[in-house]
Nanobody, 125 residues
C-alpha cells in the first residue's frame, strides 16, 4: 500500500512560485500514474495535473495550463508540482494521488487509489 506525503506548501504573494513535492513510502512508485488535485474552501476537490508512470505524458487543467508543470523522479519515489505565476484563486489544499494503470495512461478524474493528507497553499493579493 502506498502512503503519500506532500510538502512544500505555504504562503506566497501573487505572481510568486512554489514547488510541491509528494513522496511515497512504497517500493513500486513507477507502477503508478500520479496526479495533483486541490480543494478550495467551500468548493469541491478539482483536478490540477497528472503524469504517466514514466513521466512521458502529462495533462493539466485549463486553469493552470502554462503556469504549472508536473514532473516525477522514480528513483526518489517523488512527484513534483511546480507552480509559477500564482494567483489568489490558486489558494487551496493541494493533494497528490496515485493510481495503478498501464504504462502510458494517466487519470484526470478522482478515480485514484491512494491520496495524501494535503498541503496548504495560500496566495495573497
Amino acid at each position: 500500500q502506498e502512503q503519500l506525503v506532500e510538502s512544500g506548501g505555504g504562503l506566497v504573494q501573487a505572481g510568486g512560485s512554489l514547488r510541491l513535492s509528494c513522496t511515497t513510502s512504497g517500493r513500486t512508485f513507477s507502477n503508478y500514474a500520479m496526479g495533483w488535485f486541490r480543494q478550495a474552501p467551500g468548493k469541491e476537490r478539482e483536478f490540477v495535473a497528472a503524469i504517466s508512470r514514466s513521466g512521458g505524458s502529462t495533462y493539466f487543467a485549463d486553469s493552470v495550463k502554462g503556469r504549472f508543470t508536473i514532473a516525477r523522479d522514480n528513483a526518489r519515489s517523488t512527484v513534483y508540482l511546480q507552480m509559477n505565476s500564482l494567483k489568489p484563486e490558486d489558494t487551496a489544499v493541494y493533494y497528490c494521488a496515485a493510481v495503478r494503470v498501464p504504462p502510458y495512461e494517466l487519470v484526470t478524474t478522482n478515480q485514484y487509489d491512494y491520496w495524501g493528507q494535503g498541503t496548504q497553499v495560500t496566495v495573497s493579493s
